[in-house]
């Protein structure tokens, strides 16, 4: 009796992350794609990029940002921790390669909370020069139209504005994974939450937002020690009434893992992000992890009915993936490895469920309560 239960209730299961993967593509082929406001004021644009490290591809990353079709000033603001840190030497490349673009540098070795990115952040803040910021990760690569994009919708719709991000292999096997990751989970995930009014995203990829509105919600520093600080950040925004508008189309991310290990840790923290975040809807979350689902009733006895049903599922994740790629414009992805990123998806989904410690830019942290993180180590950033 027991196992028919549990056999009933993975199927089921299994039928949902079908639909769900269906509606998901629904969503992102009907999404309309902006165009370019070329003709739309360009106000100076403060951007900010926190770094950390040499990471893959950070040059062309950084530089894809100065490669602007936007005749307002633009100040790109960088910052790191260490004098030693080498991408300060991307920057240097940059200057030399761009010298008519202002960037700048902030070295500061202060650490203001157990959040290294917004301890760099805090740090910029003092640099910012213009009314419109821009905050982007490191690992942000972006078109020629993007500022066109982000401060054409800031205008128009008020508030902040934020974009997903789709994933940018570099070759390897754990970075095309890492791709398919994102591709044909995490922005299903956020694109149905946001057209059902399930989630509020605001993501590190772009927040653009005036510097009142920063400055109303008393800086980076209330962000200091959280986990989750684009999603807090975005919730502090709301509450002081200003909506975060999540916009129809999205940047690269460009997946750097070279080993598993690396590829686990980063996934790891992003679903402890989401279980902090919001706790039911990643209980929700097993259910769009349909090929799995269907597997694990397999192997319980549920014979073709699960065979089917695993097959259906697959068809399902190829078909959202193919509309992934037409909805943003993506080349072709490596569908052959779709089974094998479902299962460690999930296998992360379940970790995600028990694990309390989170490895990040070589610091251990304990998650406590309502994301706040305690690191386990002097707040201080190690010298590479």
Same mark, same amino acid.
């Given at each position: @009796?027991?196992?028919?239960?549990?056999? +009933?209730?993975?199927?089921?299961?299994?039928? +949902?992350?079908? +639909?769900? @993967?269906?509606?998901?593509?629904?969503? *992102?082929?009907? #999404?309309?794609?902006?165009?370019?406001?070329?003709?739309?004021?360009?106000?100076?644009?403060?951007?900010?990029?926190?770094?950390?490290?040499?990471? %893959?591809?950070?040059?062309?990353?950084?530089?894809?940002?100065?490669?602007?079709?936007?005749?307002?000033? *633009?100040? =790109?603001?960088?910052?790191?921790?260490?004098?030693?840190?080498?991408?300060?030497?991307? *920057?240097?490349?940059?200057?030399?390669?761009?010298?008519?673009?202002? +960037?700048?540098?902030?070295?500061?070795?202060?650490?203001?909370?157990?959040?290294? /990115?917004?301890?760099?952040?805090?740090?910029?803040?003092?640099?910012?020069?213009?009314?419109?910021?821009?905050?982007?990760?490191?690992?942000?690569?972006?078109?020629?139209?993007?500022?066109?994009?982000?401060?054409?919708?800031?205008?128009?719709? !008020?508030?902040?504005?934020?974009?997903?991000?789709?994933?940018? #292999?570099?070759?390897?096997?754990?970075?095309? $994974?890492?791709?398919?990751?994102?591709?044909?989970?995490?922005?299903?995930?956020?694109?149905?939450?946001?057209?059902?009014?399930? #989630?509020?995203?605001?993501?590190?990829?772009?927040?653009?937002?005036?510097?009142?509105?920063?400055?109303?919600?008393?800086?980076?520093?209330?962000?200091?020690?959280?986990?989750?600080?684009?999603?807090?950040?975005?919730? @502090?925004?709301?509450?002081?009434?200003?909506?975060?508008?999540? $916009?129809?189309?999205?940047?690269?991310?460009?997946? !750097?893992?070279?080993?598993?290990?690396? &590829?686990?840790?980063?996934?790891?923290?992003?679903?402890?992000?989401?279980? %902090?975040?919001?706790?039911?809807?990643?209980?929700?979350?097993?259910?769009?992890?349909?090929?799995?689902?269907?597997?694990?009733?397999?192997?319980?006895?549920?014979?073709?009915?699960?065979? !089917?049903?695993? $097959?259906?599922?697959?068809?399902?994740?190829?078909? &959202?993936?193919?509309? =992934?790629?037409?909805?943003?414009?993506?080349?072709?992805?490596?569908?052959?490895?779709?089974?094998?990123?479902?299962?460690?998806?999930?296998?992360?989904?379940?970790?995600?469920?028990?694990?309390?410690?989170?490895?990040?830019?070589?610091?251990?942290?304990?998650? @406590?309560?309502?994301?706040?993180?305690?690191?386990?180590? /002097? /707040?201080?950033?190690?010298?590479?």
């Amino acid at each position: @009796m027991i196992r028919e239960i549990v056999l +009933l209730a993975l199927m089921a299961g299994g039928v +949902l992350g079908c +639909l769900f @993967m269906l509606l998901a593509a629904a969503i *992102v082929l009907s #999404s309309r794609r902006a165009g370019a406001l070329a003709n739309a004021a360009q106000p100076a644009v403060t951007i900010l990029k926190p770094l950390h490290g040499d990471e %893959t591809g950070l040059f062309e990353n950084l530089a894809s940002f100065c490669e602007q079709d936007y005749a307002g000033t *633009v100040q =790109i603001v960088f910052g790191v921790a260490s004098a030693h840190d080498p991408a300060i030497a991307a *920057v240097e490349r940059l200057r030399a390669a761009y010298p008519g673009k202002a +960037l700048d540098l902030v070295v500061d070795p202060h650490i203001a909370g157990s959040n290294p /990115k917004v301890a760099n952040l805090i740090n910029m803040s003092a640099r910012i020069e213009h009314d419109v910021v821009v905050l982007a990760d490191s690992d942000i690569r972006v078109r020629p139209d993007y500022l066109l994009q982000v401060v054409g919708a800031l205008k128009r719709l !008020g508030g902040a504005v934020t974009c997903p991000y789709y994933g940018i #292999s570099t070759g390897h096997l754990w970075s095309s $994974l890492a791709q398919l990751n994102i591709d044909s989970h995490f922005i299903p995930g956020v694109v149905v939450g946001a057209r059902l009014n399930l #989630s509020r995203p605001c993501l590190g990829s772009t927040i653009a937002l005036r510097r009142q509105s920063l400055e109303a919600i008393g800086g980076f520093e209330p962000l200091a020690d959280c986990l989750a600080d684009d999603y807090v950040l975005g919730e @502090m925004l709301v509450m002081q009434g200003q909506p975060v508008s999540l $916009l129809p189309f999205a940047v690269g991310h460009v997946c !750097g893992e070279s080993t598993f290990g690396e &590829l686990w840790r980063h996934e790891l923290r992003w679903a402890l992000t989401i279980r %902090t975040i919001d706790p039911l809807g990643y209980l929700g979350w097993t259910v769009s992890h349909a090929f799995p689902l269907a597997l694990i009733a397999w192997l319980l006895g549920g014979a073709w009915p699960a065979i !089917g049903l695993g $097959l259906a599922a697959l068809a399902c994740r190829a078909f &959202l993936i193919f509309a =992934i790629e037409r909805g943003y414009g993506l080349p072709l992805h490596p569908y052959w490895l779709i089974p094998v990123r479902d299962l460690l998806s999930f296998a992360v989904c379940v970790a995600g469920f028990v694990a309390r410690d989170v490895s990040w830019r070589g610091h251990h942290y304990e998650l @406590m309560s309502e994301g706040i993180l305690k690191s386990s180590k /002097k /707040k201080r950033l190690p010298s590479p």
